[in-house]
């Protein structure tokens, strides 16, 4: 079945955060909204049959998860990654977010340090210093050729006492990298010596774009593992992040039974009977959907970075090796941040994430969400060319 990514929906009055909470962050509503990851597709039609086949049942009272809950997650990993995962290292989380801040409270304690790597996903900031840890930066370095790396020596010399944990996300938002085994193996073998739980956040491990390959941090051998929380979903890749459901996976047995205990002291265990069956949907039937969407998320990709270098060079993409996420260098425009983001706002009518929110090194760049038709794409693109003449 082919299916069509080039419609457009009108997501309007849906409560979707994108779309009706505009105003709320930007001031007005007439933007075309780039920003929120979420995706303008239809979430596929597999899932939304399975969803209505339940509602044709009257009840909607308490849920649990059967067996194929985790098993249909194994299966994925097992298929799409070559991960070998054990059913007893599997949990749940009603979201992303959610594990990490249960995983900071259950594996920390107050005033520990944890280290991230900004520019960084603006809610690792907020678990960290909302649960009173120490935030401590290991900021990526931009190479000359313009990607982004991990800094080991300022990471080794970051490293206490006191540390605890690093958070990284796999594939990065918002830079883009689908870290390398290389680059994998140094951080693990980093976090090994210095006993550091590496709390992995690999909600983006869907969106990989060939010839690069997502590795799970755990999957590199079992020293690696035991100092591993790996924390993904459904929820990105097939566009279902409405439902709040997620799988953690933790083959320390210790961090595992610290881990259900926090989730099952915030009685956040349950879960919820559409997230389950829209998971299991997910991951037994979508893989044709996915191929076809990471086909046509691609060439939206490879379209904004021809656009931008022929129309707009004043405007540079870090090109993503995964992720529907592009982070825009606009130094070149020589314009202050605050008069960048006001153009974007006022003038070219566009919604992007502020590069500030990501932490260090994030002024003077926004990210762009490129997961969207791409009539409306090139809509945007035309938008954006108001910096082409630096007005
Ligand atoms: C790296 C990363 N982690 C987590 C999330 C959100 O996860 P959840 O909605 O399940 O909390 C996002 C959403 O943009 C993300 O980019």
Redesign the pocket.
């Known amino acids: 079945m082919q299916y069509d990514f080039d419609q457009i929906i009108n997501r309007a009055d849906t409560d979707s955060i994108k779309y009706d909470k505009m105003k709320y962050f930007f001031g007005r509503n007439d933007l075309q909204p780039l920003w929120?990851?979420?995706m303008d597709f239809a979430t596929p039609d597999f899932i939304l049959s399975d969803l209505k086949n339940r509602l044709k049942h009257p009840i909607l009272g308490y849920t649990m998860r059967k067996p194929i809950f985790f098993e249909s997650y194994k299966n994925w990993a097992k298929k799409r990654y070559n991960w070998e995962v054990q059913n007893q290292w599997l949990d749940f989380?009603?979201?992303?977010?959610?594990?990490?801040a249960i995983a900071i409270l259950a594996l920390t304690d107050e005033n520990d340090e944890i280290i991230i790597q900004p520019p960084?996903?603006h809610?690792?900031f907020e678990v960290i210093k909302g649960n009173q840890r120490k935030l401590v930066e290991n900021p990526l370095q931009k190479n000359s050729n313009g990607t982004y790396q991990m800094d080991f020596d300022d990471l080794r010399n970051k490293i206490t006492d006191q540390t605890k944990m690093i958070l990284i996300?796999n594939?990065?938002?918002?830079v883009g990298r689908v870290w390398n085994k290389e680059e994998l193996q140094q951080l693990g073998d980093i976090a090994v010596q210095n006993n550091l739980i590496i709390l992995s956040?690999d909600?983006?491990a869907d969106f990989v774009y060939k010839p690069h390959r997502y590795i799970p941090i755990a999957s590199l051998n079992s020293a690696v593992a035991q100092q591993t929380i790996t924390?993904t979903?459904p929820?990105?890749t097939f566009n279902i992040?409405g439902l709040?459901?997620?799988v953690v996976i933790i083959p320390n047995e210790k961090y595992r039974q610290k881990y259900n205990r926090k989730l099952t002291d915030m009685h956040l265990f349950l879960g919820n009977i559409f997230g389950n069956i829209a998971l299991v949907s997910a991951y037994q039937k979508g893989e044709e959907w996915l191929e076809q969407l990471l086909q046509y998320l691609k060439t939206n990709r490879d379209f904004v970075i021809h656009y931008l270098n022929k129309k707009i060079p004043a405007v540079k993409p870090v090109a993503p090796e995964g992720?529907f996420?592009m982070w825009l260098d606009f130094s070149n425009t020589g314009l202050p941040h605050e008069k960048i983001k006001d153009i974007l706002i006022n003038k070219a009518l566009l919604a992007l994430n502020d590069g500030k929110s990501f932490g260090t090194n994030g002024e003077k760049y926004f990210r762009l969400n490129f997961a969207l038709p791409r009539p409306k794409l090139k809509e945007a693109l035309q938008k954006l060319e108001i910096f082409s003449t630096n007005k």
Request: hydrophobic share 40%; charged share 10%.
């Open positions: 929120v990851a979420d989380s009603p979201g992303v977010v959610g594990a990490l960084v996903y809610p690792f996300a594939p990065h938002n918002p956040d909600i983006h924390v979903s929820s990105k992040a709040s459901t997620s992720t996420l």
